[in-house]
Every structure is written in C-alpha cells, then in structure tokens.
C-alpha cells in the first residue's frame, strides 16, 4: 500500500471509486476482492490477483479472463459459465471449455479458431445456422450435420441428400424434431410424405400423422 495514504484512508477511497485500487501499491486482498466484485474490469490493474481474487473477478463478469494470465480450465469455465461469451477472450481453450461454451449457446463457435468436429456437431445441432461460421466444410462434414440437423441442408449442397434422409428416417428410435424439421423444410425438393411412407420407421410414420393432424 502506498504510504501517502492509511489503511482506513485507502478502504474511503476504494469505497467512493474501485478503480482507485490502481494508485495502492500493495493492496490486502480483501480489498481486491471488493474491487472486482463491483467493477470487475479493476482486475487489470492488480498486478499479481490471488486464485480467490481471479475467481471473484470471473464470477461478477467472464469477461474478465482477459486479464487471467495463462488461465486454466477451470478459469476459463468460470468465465464461460458467468459469459459465454467470454470465449472471444480465450486463446487456447480446452475441448471441454468449447463444448461448455457451445451448449451455453451455439454463437459461441464463431469465437473458437479450431473447433473439433465434436464442438462443430454439437453447434449445428442446435442451430444450423452455425455452420456460416465453420471453415473447410468437407463433404464428409456435411453428411454429418444434415444427420444431424436436417436444416443445414438450407446452408450447404449435398448431392446425395435424399440417400441421408431415407437412412434417418428408418431409424427405429428417429428423433422427432428431425421428422417435424424434414416435414417443415421447403427447401428440400422431395416428396416428403411419400418418402417417410416407403422408408419410414414406424416412428417416423406417426410423427407423420401427428405432424398432419396438427395443422
């Protein structure tokens, strides 16, 4: 702490404006924690934070781990789990970290530089619409994630889709939103019922006739 000022002077000051924390030389780490908790940008002007004071900071704000030097992985959840958008502020997540993120919601894969095809998946999943933020969609990629969301097929060519679809479909345990979003997509230039008819599991055929009584 700075010797212009006492203790119970710098806790007044500190009080009335966090970002004071940044005149104190050797701040107590009680006082670190007040700042960040109530403007958790002050982390960057603590020069060597306690464990206790990064985690405070993450919590009040992930996107604190700008400031985390070197942040581990369960800093790096912290953040994501407070922001997740906090990703934007992590170079070298782990694989756990960008799954975590992506499920907190998919937009957070447009902020991971080399996503697995496991984090790709799971984004498209959610929303198709991830894929406008993948890069070197291969066509292996794309099979992929129409199986997986039968509305990436409005984002990317794929010849043998209808092969994709009439695979999917005769699946005996078919997910019933895959049937609904096949039924709904009028991208897709097929037959559609006609289709689920001839290869369609028994599932599939009632999630048809639901899907038709329901309109």
Known sequence: MSESYSNND?????KKDPWFIGEVNEPDEEM????????????KLI?????????????????????VKNPNEEQQLLAIN???????????????????AVKLNWKAIKYIDSPSIEVEKLAVKQNAEAILYLNN?????KEIF?????????YVQYENIRDIIIKKVGYENVNKD??????????????????IHEYGSKKAKMYLIDFKLSM
């Open 146 to 154: 129409i199986s997986e969301n039968i509305n990436s097929a409005k």
């Open 137 to 141: 969609v291969t066509e292996e990629k």
């Open 47 to 67: 020069k060597k934070p306690s464990k206790e004071v990064i985690k405070k900071a993450l919590a009040s704000k992930g996107w604190a781990i700008q400031y």
């Open 10 to 14: 710098t806790w007044d000051k500190i």
């Open 32 to 43: 670190c924690l007040y700042c960040v908790e109530n403007a958790w940008n002050t982390l």
């Open 178 to 195: 895959f049937i609904i979003d096949f039924l709904k997509l009028n991208s897709l230039n097929l037959n559609k019922i006609k289709l």
């Open 82 to 100: 407070s922001d997740w958008d906090a990703m934007q502020y992590i170079k070298n997540p782990t694989e756990k970290v960008m799954i975590e």
